[in-house]
């Protein structure tokens, strides 16, 4: 889990990867229910924020051990970044820049809401369990 150091910058994608969960175009049966609760326990809301010791959601393409091991991830902080109190904190002690909480003009579609992400989910899930019959 990611803990806060002020004046420490932390790595974070500049756009959302090809297979990021936020963007509608995902395929999200690619993702675990384990994958589902880390990103509740990583969601906000106005009035609502993610407390400091909730995790800060890292693209799930980058592994230990590599040159990137734990990138936060583009989608994640675009949509729901700015209602974590870390990313918050981060922006305030620029370890973070603000535009990484804005999606860019030429960015694929985001989901608006972790909401949103998990209906998604439970309709490819339904359509996926179809198909197999």
């Known amino acids: 889990m990611y803990r806060f150091q002020p004046g420490v910058e932390h790595e974070y994608r500049e756009r959302s990867c090809a297979r990021c969960p936020w963007r509608t175009d995902a395929d999200l049966t690619a993702f675990s229910e384990q994958d589902m609760d ?4 990583a969601n906000g809301g106005p009035g609502a924020e ?4 909730a995790p800060v959601v890292g693209c799930h393409l980058d592994q230990p051990d590599t040159a990137h091991p734990f990138r936060w991830c583009a ?6 970044g700015e209602n974590h109190l870390a990313i918050r904190l981060a922006i305030a ?3 973070l820049p603000g535009h990484a909480v ?8 985001l989901y608006a809401s972790l909401e949103a992400l998990l209906e998604a989910r439970t309709g490819q899930l339904r359509q996926h369990a ?3 019959r």
Do not use: K, Q, Y
Request: glycine share 4%; no cysteine; proline share 11%.
């Open 38 to 41: 880390m990103l509740r326990r």
């Open 50 to 53: 993610t407390p400091l010791d």
């Open 75 to 80: 989608g994640w902080l675009a949509t729901v």
């Open 93 to 95: 002690f620029e370890a």
């Open 102 to 109: 804005t999606p860019r003009a030429n960015w694929p579609r």
């Open 130 to 132: 179809s198909a197999r």
